[in-house]
Nanobody
Framework: QVQLVESGGGLVQAGGSLRLSCAAS????????MGWFRQAPGKERELVARVRRDRTTVYADSVKGRFTVSRDNYEKAVYLEIGSLKPEDTAVYYCNAFSAVTRREYWGQGTQVTVSS
């Protein structure tokens, strides 16, 4: 069982930056691929970035070069540095943990990011 708690969202002007954090509980954090998803009003939830167990990363095309995902297995945390924010980045951002072994995944409650133009 993994519990995820996001923090760091807020209201920011276009061009600004934020750092989202996700704190995880559980003994097997390092065995999970960790990801950040987002869901804007009226839209489906989409993958923003993922960092695998071997620390390789995947990004959505829309955020490449602006977002950076990282993990700290000792602290059981995953981070998303988001920069050069655009109004279209406005969404609720969710932390996700996925186990390729058990096929289980877990979600946090989400943190709101609002970008004003």
């Amino acid at each position: 069982q993994v519990q995820l708690v996001e923090s760091g969202g807020g209201l920011v002007q276009a061009g600004g930056s934020l750092r989202l954090s996700c704190a995880a509980s559980g003994r097997t954090f390092s065995s999970y691929a960790m990801g950040w998803f987002r869901q804007a009003p009226g839209k489906e939830r989409e993958l923003v970035a993922r960092v695998r167990r071997d620390r390789t990363t995947v990004y959505a095309d829309s955020v490449k070069g602006r977002f950076t995902v990282s993990r700290d297995n000792y602290e059981k945390a995953v981070y998303l540095e988001i920069g050069s924010l655009k109004p279209e980045d406005t969404a609720v951002y969710y932390c996700n943990a996925f186990s390729a072994v058990t096929r289980r995944e877990y979600w946090g409650q989400g943190t709101q990011v609002t970008v004003s133009s």
